[in-house]
């Protein structure tokens, strides 16, 4: 389940990014008449429509996975959970039919029409996200329920979908969705600028425009999000000190509590300075990992150097984008910047690399519960013996579906390179 | 009595319809691919493929719709189900993973359009007769049987591998493959440009009917020592056997006289109607014949919450169906 989840979680960020990058190229077309930007659009459209096809397939196989590894979990939490899935479903058939509409609807529908039904596609990717990171907040910090030996009393999904985290883990969620796939867009056309210079200049020069063109819509995207993700990472991680001590405690592998508690960046200590972010007071005591009986402790290592790496790759998206931002405020082509370039092809997967690593402090960092403080991992998996057959099943599914999605993927790039 | 659980019920029933007529189809197609033969092999394939593709995405939410209804309105069951039918549904899964890749990779991957070899259609006529295995186990009773024992002395083959690895069970998912597969020729007759292809699909289609009254048959003679609660409630409800009786007769005698579009309504008509005759025997049960409607039901709150989600959704749903059916309907072949 864990993998599939991290293999889907990519997917789903694409699929979340590639329309909106797809409706501002369409959008430049309709406003410049330049048709280089109407190839961009058909080109990621072409990608958006590979993604949605083998998301409809990976989410099918997550909605049945939960009961075929999660029985109890399911029969526990389903009717809670159950409402924010149901959204999502509908979301998703939104999506599918205005996917349907801006694929196959370039000469049908009026370019008003068109470019509303490309907003759509982005509007419900977006909020299929929500609905889905709902229910993982909900899991994080459950609400909305009463529990009485191991049942729920009363259940209020809507207050379910209103817990502590939703709102963090939400737009930190969409954010790095827009950050990883701008960012990750742009760097592939940066590495093909770079490569490209110092070419023959009499060469193919209406790829490069077309290059330029592409890396300025992704950054379009990549850069706002990029810059605004450390803030929301601010305040998810006082979120989390507020309602998961325990998983605060294990990113920052504090283990007595202190009050001035230090920050540990890459092996530098900073006085303080965990105190500050946490709570905005130097002074603040921050429990450590002691405080805490040990059968509640997540496993320390993973979460920890996981959260290390998320740190150190949002930071390094969000210098380099304040970069690239600057360089266009002076009115300088971040194309004819050869470090600059450099730097954005290297950020190229960091993206989905950090993403990965907030999804292992999140969801690693919750152990042992499956449902925060109600209901633990090991109760809520199947009772079926010899569990590693599925798992390497379904491990071979999503590489498969990988394989797809990259090999689908390289032969578009490939067509314009 | 009809409460809020009635109502959720009647809404999987509609969903999983609406899943069996489209998707069902797709799965149909597959398998004529598997048995495209004759001069016309290389074109009974680009039939299926051309109409299929562009709507199988589509039909697919309606599986999706009928996974999240059921475990937000009835969690136990799909508990049950989950852990029960683990197997089967997997190897499911794994069928509409390679039949969704296959399209990915024949729409945008480098090999353009060469056909992505049998997987697909072996996929196609795997997931079905699981499908239909999984209805005849929960009918037979086998998958609450089962779902008592975990946790006991039971052995894995007793919980996990018998309920649905049966005569019963198998019977009815090769019940299930024939009907599909009928489906399918029947749309395909519709669907096709030329004579000859309408042609090769037609008697298609009659070979699919006949393999289903052969099924059909052997379930029937099964179910009696098997599922007798089927067997009796199937009879009881006179009514819905009579009218699948005429549907079904409507639909070969159409297909016989190459009245294409009767046969079309009358052949999905036959699926329905097979389908609401089934629910309705086992009606009160979910799963037979220990867990009903009421039982398996989540709270009530949870419940008028996804009727609302459910209305709502619907609201929006459906002018955008419309909508899009009317951009593309000069498309539509036929």
Redesign the interface.
């Known amino acids: 389940m864990a993998l599939s989840l991290g293999f889907h979680i990519i997917f789903a960020e694409i699929g979340i990014a590639m329309p909106l990058l797809m409706v501002l190229a369409e959008w430049r077309w309709r406003r410049t008449g330049d048709a280089i930007y109407l190839q961009l659009a058909r080109r990621w459209a072409k990608g958006t429509a590979i993604l949605f096809a083998v998301g409809a397939v990976s989410g099918t196989v997550l909605s049945f996975e939960l009961g075929l590894l999660w029985p109890s979990f399911m029969r526990l939490a389903g009717p809670v959970i159950g409402i924010p899935f149901a959204l999502e479903g509908f979301a998703f058939f939104t999506e599918a039919i205005f996917l349907g509409v801006y694929l196959y609807g370039w000469k049908r529908v009026s370019p008003r029409a068109h470019v509303s039904a490309g907003l759509i596609v982005a509007v419900s990717g977006a909020a299929s996200a929500l609905f889905v990171v709902i229910v993982n907040a909900w899991m994080n910090t459950p609400a909305g329920v009463t529990v009485d030996a191991g049942r729920f009393t009363t259940v209020d999904p809507l207050a379910a979908m209103r817990n502590p985290s939703t709102f963090q883990q939400v737009v930190h969620m969409l954010l790095a969705a827009y950050a990883s796939t701008g960012l990750a867009v742009a760097g592939i056309h940066a590495a093909v600028l770079l490569k490209q210079r110092g070419a023959d200049p009499s060469g193919p020069r209406n790829t490069a425009l077309f290059h330029r063109h592409a890396m300025m819509v992704a950054l379009t995207v990549g850069i706002p999000a990029a810059l605004l993700q450390p803030i929301s990472g601010d305040t998810s991680a006082r979120a989390v000190a507020r309602w998961q001590p325990v998983k605060l405690a294990a990113m920052e592998s504090l283990l007595d509590t202190q009050r001035g508690a230090p920050l540990h960046l890459v092996g530098i200590e900073i006085p303080r300075a965990l105190s500050l972010l946490a709570f905005r007071d130097p002074d603040a005591e921050v429990q450590g990992l002691a405080a805490f009986p040990r059968d509640v402790w997540p496993p320390i290592a993973p979460v920890h150097v996981a959260f290390q790496l998320m740190v150190i790759l949002g930071t390094l998206m969000a210098l380099v984008c304040a970069w690239a931002a600057v360089t266009t405020l002076r009115r300088r082509e971040i194309a004819d910047h050869r470090r600059l370039l450099a730097a954005l092809a290297l950020l190229t997967p960091a993206g989905f690399i950090a993403t990965e690593a907030g999804w292992v402090v999140t969801e690693v960092g919750r152990q042992p519960w499956i449902i925060g403080g109600i209901m633990r991992t090991g109760e809520a998996v199947t009772p079926m013996p010899g569990l590693a057959v599925p798992m390497i099943v379904f491990t071979l599914i999503y590489l498969g579906l990988a394989a797809v999605v990259a090999i689908s993927i390289a032969s578009l790039v490939r067509e314009t390179t | 009595m009809i409460g809020l659980p009635e109502i959720i019920a009647g809404v999987l029933a509609v969903a999983l319809n609406a899943y069996v007529l489209t998707g069902g189809a797709d799965f149909g197609g597959g398998v004529w691919d598997l048995f495209a033969t004759g001069v016309r092999r290389e074109r009974q394939r680009e039939l299926i493929v051309d109409s299929i593709a562009?709507i199988w995405?589509?039909n697919?939410?309606w599986?999706?719709?009928v996974?999240?209804?059921l475990?937000?309105?009835f969690?136990?069951a799909?508990?049950?189900?989950?852990?029960v039918m683990?197997i089967p549904?997997?190897i499911m899964?794994?069928g509409?993973?390679l039949r969704?890749?296959a399209?990915?990779?024949r729409?945008?991957?480098?090999y353009g359009q060469t056909r992505w070899g049998v997987a697909f259609a072996i996929a196609s006529a795997i997931t079905p007769l699981l499908l239909g295995s999984i209805i005849g186990s929960m009918a037979t009773g086998a998958v609450a049987d089962a779902a008592e024992k975990?946790?006991g002395a039971a052995t894995?083959s007793e919980v996990?591998v018998r309920p649905w690895a049966a005569a019963f069970p198998a019977a009815v998912g090769f019940f299930a493959v024939a009907l599909f597969a009928f489906l399918a020729a029947t749309y395909l007759t519709v669907d096709a440009q030329d004579e000859e292809l309408r042609d090769d699909f037609r008697i298609r289609g009659l070979a699919a009917a006949g393999a289903v009254f052969l099924c059909a048959a052997v379930a029937l003679v099964l179910a009696h020592s098997a599922a007798p609660r089927v067997a009796i409630g199937v009879v009881g409800a006179l009514l819905i056997q009579a009218a699948t009786a005429f549907a079904a007769i409507g639909a070969i005698a159409a297909l016989w006289l190459r009245r294409y579009r009767v046969a079309r309504l009358a052949a999905a008509a036959q699926v329905s109607l097979i389908l609401w005759g089934w629910l309705i025997a086992q009606y009160p049960y979910l799963i037979p014949p220990t867990l009903t409607i009421r039982d398996a039901a989540?709270?009530p709150?949870?419940l008028r919450?996804?009727v609302l989600?459910?209305a709502v959704?619907a609201v929006?749903?459906a002018p955008?169906?419309r909508?899009?059916m009317q951009?593309?309907k000069a498309?539509r072949p036929g």
């Open positions: 562009p995405e589509a697919h939410v599986l999706i719709v996974v999240v209804v475990f937000t309105g969690p136990a799909f508990s049950i189900l989950g852990t683990h549904l997997t899964l794994i509409i993973v969704g890749s399209f990915v990779f729409s945008y991957g480098p975990i946790g894995f996990f989540a709270p709150v949870t919450l996804l989600g459910l959704g929006i749903l955008s169906l909508y899009l951009t593309f498309r």
